[in-house]
Each structure stands twice: as structure tokens, then as C-alpha cells.
């Protein structure tokens, strides 16, 4: 059964220490997705990498935040230093380039107090 | 920039009725997408629509890919109550925006048996 897994699924951390998440994309996928929910602005895409290359990461604050893929099974996503605002629900997803389908990880859950 | 209007925002039905949610845009589309998110956990892909006037059923689901290319519609058939969920439109634009979805502001379904 192929799924995005993503660790930890829960971090609660305080204000100005080092955050990593972790995604293993769908083994043959060759796009990632890194996103972030919250209530008032819903999913934003944070970064996007085709091929492990860095594609898009407009949508990233890029003084603290860095998205990098090591290799095909891995990406991370960190946060360095975290700010309270920084909490929220942040989602991996993969998928192939030319389907458009993106199939999402269960969530890592970030508490900043 | 692109925006998906999602209709309604929320729904209470009975056990048994059909259901219908539908987003649109003012822009033009080349993939739209329905996901459903159960609480606590990540969006899982329900339909994928690639060609402007398909339509595609899932069991009790069932979605179109507007003739226009901007718009979608979801219909689910006889709600059952793990039908409760938020449900997500989302749609890929061709071009250099090529792999970065919209997505809709969600309707929360409530099933009531």
C-alpha cells in the first residue's frame, strides 16, 4: 500500500529552537510538495521540488525556513528559529510529473509556545 | 491571482440524502481534483478529471469537469455518516504554474443518522 509518511505526526517545541519534518514521497514519484494548513488561510504550498530539484519555494519565509530533498526517498522540511505563529498542520504530498494527481502524507502537527 | 469558489462553505444532511458541491473560477483549468480530509489527518485524492467534460464516478461519487474548463461539481449518492468530512476542490493550471494546485476553501459535510 503506497503512502507519503511524514515524522514526527506531533512536535511540540518552544519559540527559537530547530524544527525538522521529514517526508518519504511514494517510491517513483518525482514531484514533492511541502504545504501548510491552518484555519484562517486554509492549504498554502510552501515549497515544490521536480526531480529533487528546488522548483518553486516562493511561498516559503526564507529567513527561517529551508526545504531540501537529500535524495529521492527524502525530504525535509525546517524551521530555524520557530516563532509561535509558525504552528500549524504542515502536509507532504507526491506525485509524477504530467499526471497533476498530488497524494498527500497524514500531517506533522507543530505547536510553537 | 487564481481563486477556486467553493459552494457551500457547509452541509447538514440526513443519512441517505444525495449531496452536491461544486467550485468555480474565472480561470481556465487543465486538471481539477476532489480530495476529502477526515480531522487529524491529510487529504486523500477521491477523483482526478483531465479532460474538460468528463465524468468520472467512484462508488457513491460521482464528478464532472466543466465543458468551460472553470468550473467542477462532487455529487455524492445516499450519505452514510463516514461520509463526515471537509471536501476540497483543487485545479492545476498548464504553463509555468505547471504543478502548483488551487485549492478550494472546503465544505464541511455533517451526516446526520
Not at chain 1, 484555519?39 to 531540501?68: C, T, V
Not at chain 2, 467534460?53 to 445516499?78: H, M, P, V
Amino acid at each position: 500500500d503506497a503512502r507519503v509518511t511524514q515524522t514526527p505526526r506531533h512536535k511540540v517545541t518552544e519559540m527559537g529552537q530547530e524544527v525538522t519534518m521529514r517526508c518519504q514521497p511514494i517510491l517513483g514519484h518525482n514531484t514533492v510538495f511541502w504545504y501548510r494548513q491552518t484555519m484562517m488561510q486554509g492549504l498554502e504550498l510552501l515549497a515544490y521540488f521536480r526531480n529533487r530539484a528546488p522548483l518553486d519555494d516562493s511561498g516559503m519565509p526564507k529567513d527561517r525556513f529551508s526545504a531540501e530533498m537529500p535524495d529521492a526517498t527524502l525530504a525535509t522540511l525546517k524551521i530555524q528559529p520557530s516563532e509561535p505563529r509558525d504552528s500549524a498542520v504542515y502536509f507532504c504530498a507526491s506525485g509524477l510529473v504530467g499526471s497533476g494527481a498530488q497524494f498527500f502524507g497524514p500531517g506533522t502537527r507543530l505547536t510553537v509556545l | 491571482g487564481q481563486q477556486l469558489n467553493q459552494s457551500p462553505q457547509s452541509m447538514f444532511i440526513q443519512e441517505g440524502e444525495d449531496v452536491s458541491m461544486n467550485c468555480t473560477s474565472s480561470s481556465i483549468f487543465n486538471t481539477w481534483l476532489w480530495y476529502k480530509q477526515d480531522p487529524g489527518e491529510g487529504p486523500v485524492l477521491l477523483i482526478a478529471l483531465y479532460k474538460a467534460g468528463e465524468l468520472t464516478s467512484n462508488g457513491r461519487l460521482t464528478a464532472q469537469f466543466g465543458i468551460t474548463r472553470k468550473d467542477s461539481f462532487l455529487n455524492i449518492s445516499a450519505s452514510i455518516p463516514s461520509d463526515v468530512g471537509i471536501y476540497f476542490c483543487a485545479a492545476l493550471a498548464g504553463g509555468t504554474s505547471y504543478g502548483k494546485l488551487t485549492f478550494g476553501q472546503g465544505t464541511i459535510l455533517t451526516v446526520h443518522p
